[in-house]
């Protein structure tokens, strides 16, 4: 059945545009690609493929690559040769090199699939892919993610569910068109100042991460969908100050008076202090957006006691 597939495709020559290969046991990439000058779509998934071959250099009018569910274990430099790939799919191989010069040529490429791998870093020259859009890194063994990722300006959508992230770098302010950014179930402890100039993102998932509060700035976000179940938010743990005591700022003294009155419910401040998230899908089980605000002195972080140390709730 390959065989007859493939001689069919070759009859066709440089008016064959389609070529699928799906779920043919094939153990290699066909030698004969080379010979369809013409291709725009090639979907090999769900194959026993373990290598990209050197045939593939010469599908420069390629747009969509589909190798799914095969056994390829890096991301070789001939992707470098597909110029005009649009989409390209890697999803559920054993992928855990990603070879920098691959990037050098894929200047139109906008989505990129690497879900179900083995990745634990992502080379700088990720950065190249001018024209992405949509990047998914699902379930892989990332720690941390690049500051060239960062600079990809057309972004609009980055998942990095179940990986070791660590933290996210202050440049992601730079991504001004992400609309979508999925981290579930990474090792986070602390988002970035930087998350907070994303105007245009609308869907935050940051479930199952060790978040305890969020930056400041962070109420201000256009937001439609938020959710950051399994996070252990705001554990009340006072900080201990290094510099010595100082004299308490106008903002300071009018932060305790506004606490007081919220805490005695007086029903004009109650009324006037702005309620945050609005218009937001939220966590079915979501009271509180702690923010990381830091208006106290430092006697405030070092003693104990309802007249240095409190928590607003509004």
């Not at 059945?1 to 545009?17: I, P, Q, Y």
């Not at 194959?47 to 250099?57: A, M």
């Not at 890096?74 to 920098?100: D, Q, R, V």
């Not at 004299?247 to 007081?260: D, H, K």
Request: hydrophobic share 40%; glycine share 6%.
């Amino acid at each position: 059945m390959t065989e007859r597939l493939l001689v069919r495709a070759l009859k066709g020559g440089e008016n064959t545009k389609i070529v699928t290969l799906n779920g043919k046991k094939i153990t290699k990439m066909p030698s004969t690609l080379d010979k369809l000058p013409g291709l725009k779509t090639l979907d090999l998934q769900n194959n026993q493929i373990p290598k990209v071959g050197p045939e593939i250099s010469t599908l420069t009018q390629l747009i969509v690559l589909n190798l799914g569910n095969n056994l390829l274990e890096e991301i070789p430099e001939e992707m470098k040769y597909l110029t005009s790939l649009k989409k390209l799919h890697l999803f559920g191989n054993k992928i855990c090199k990603f070879a920098s010069e691959a990037c050098d040529g894929l200047q139109n490429l906008i989505l990129l699939n690497l879900n179900n791998n083995q990745l634990t870093w992502i080379p700088q020259e990720v950065s190249r892919l001018k024209s992405l859009t949509y990047l998914s890194i699902n379930h892989n063994q990332l720690a941390s993610i690049p500051k060239g990722l960062c600079f990809l300006k057309n972004l609009s959508e980055l998942q990095l569910n179940y990986n070791q992230l660590i933290c996210i770098p202050e440049e992601i302010k730079f991504l001004k068109k992400l609309r979508k950014l999925l981290l579930v179930r990474n090792n986070i402890e602390v988002l970035p100042e930087g998350l907070c100039d994303l105007i245009n993102l609308r869907i935050l998932d940051i479930a199952g991460n060790f978040i305890q509060t969020f930056p400041s700035g962070f109420q201000n976000l256009k937001l439609k969908e938020f959710y950051c179940e399994g996070n252990a938010l705001f554990l009340k743990q006072p900080v201990n100050a290094v510099q010595q005591e100082d004299a308490w700022s106008l903002q300071e003294i009018t932060s305790r008076f506004i606490m007081n009155e919220l805490a005695g419910k007086n029903p004009f401040i109650m009324h006037v202090i702005e309620q945050h998230p609005q218009n937001w899908k939220i966590s079915r089980n979501l009271q509180l957006v702690p923010l990381r605000i830091l208006i106290c002195s430092y006697k405030c972080f070092n003693q104990r006691g309802p007249n240095v140390f409190g928590i607003a709730q509004v």
